[in-house]
């Protein structure tokens, strides 16, 4: 029998700022929409000019998946609507154009190149699109879903990850040097806008996910979720001047902070663990693999491991420390084979805490 939804939410919201509940296992659901096949292959909601309530079938339709599947998979997965965008969203509402490709999510493309261009461009407001678009498409959502089913985020992207879709990318990273203060300023305005979106999206909607990055679920006053991929490119002076401060300013303000990257940015680990209350991490390894963030986060954050095959994901179980935790994240799968998936690392996570519960004194 499927786990309720109280009894999910308790385990996550243990999971992430609780006593360890066991680890967690989500299944990504087979046979979604995909964002460039919805409405018909029309693709992302907010590049449109079609009218939004087009793509609720969409978003409704995902939802209505996500809930039968993991009904019949019997993971730790909390079904929500996910209003997914591309990585443009945010550097579109600064006035970037969009490339949109036939067989992939929309990109932006830079509309800077100089710092005072840069300092040029006025911060964008809510209300018109593409912003808009989203919270005209969570009110449709919310009208149909009623009060209690969460709502999720579109695409977030950090501070300094917004800048560099909006400032052409070879000169921002010159001017990291030669004028920082012009990409602080730009930082500034891409933050102030991220705060009042996490903040109207709330009050708004009501029931939200504010997870973005990968399939996952917290309590809305756990934090919020962003990609910080730029970390991979700079040195640790630099994050620690160009991202460090924005990450901490969500967090405290927020409750917490969970975060994607994807980015080469073992290097990092250090400044990632002075954000305060870091619930959750996201990486996608390289070659050093898991064995660098398990040492550096547990007793600390939540790994939040995605894409991950079983035996990838079984041989972190054998990496992990006594004060690991992790969520796996596990690629979507047909039912049989995903219940296989789930009954078996069930079974070797528990093994694993039973065996560290055994050399507690």
Not at 29 to 54: C, K, Q
Not at 122 to 145: K, Q, T
Request: hydrophobic share 40%; proline share 8%; with cysteine.
């Amino acid at each position: 029998m499927a786990q309720d939804r109280c009894t999910l939410q308790a385990k996550m919201r243990d999971l992430f700022a609780g006593p360890f509940p066991g680890h967690a296992i989500w299944m990504d659901p087979d046979g979604m929409v995909r964002l460039i096949e919805a409405n018909d292959g029309r693709g992302d909601f907010t590049v449109s000019d079609r009218p939004v309530e087009e793509w609720l079938g969409w978003a409704l339709e995902n939802y209505e998946r996500k809930v039968a599947w993991h009904e019949a998979v019997d993971d730790d997965a909390i079904p929500y609507v996910k209003l997914s965008t591309g990585t443009q969203l945010f550097a579109a509402a600064f006035g970037c154009p969009v490339h949109q490709y036939e067989d992939d999510n929309p990109c932006a493309l830079p509309t800077v190149g100089t710092a005072a261009e840069a300092d040029a461009l006025e911060v964008p407001s809510l209300d018109d699109p593409p912003l808009a678009r989203v919270f005209e498409l969570g009110r449709l959502v919310r009208e149909r879903v009623g009060p209690e089913v969460p709502i999720g985020v579109p695409d977030i992207q950090s501070a300094l990850d917004i800048a560099a879709l909006i400032w052409r990318k070879e000169d921002l990273m010159l001017a990291l040097i030669t004028d920082p203060d012009a990409v602080d300023r730009l930082a500034a305005k891409c933050q102030q806008v991220l705060i009042a979106f996490f903040r109207r999206f709330r009050q708004e909607l009501g029931v939200v996910n504010y997870c973005h990055c990968p399939y996952g679920w917290a309590p809305p006053e756990q934090g919020v979720w962003l990609s910080e991929d730029e970390a991979g490119a700079i040195s640790t002076r630099m994050f620690d001047r160009f991202c460090l401060p924005w990450l901490v300013e969500l967090s405290e303000i927020f409750g917490g902070l969970f975060v994607h990257c994807c980015a080469t940015a073992d290097h990092q680990y250090p400044s990632f663990r002075r954000i305060p209350n870091l619930r959750g991490l996201n990486r996608v390894f390289q070659e050093p693999g898991p064995q660098p963030a398990i040492d550096a986060f547990s007793g600390h954050t939540v790994l939040m491991q995605a894409w991950t095959a079983l035996p990838d994901a079984l041989a972190m179980l054998e990496m992990a420390r006594p004060n690991t935790r992790f969520l796996f994240d596990m690629p979507a799968q047909p039912l049989d084979e995903s219940r296989r998936t789930v009954d078996t690392l069930r079974e070797a996570c528990a093994r694993h805490e039973a065996a560290f519960e055994e050399q507690t004194p």
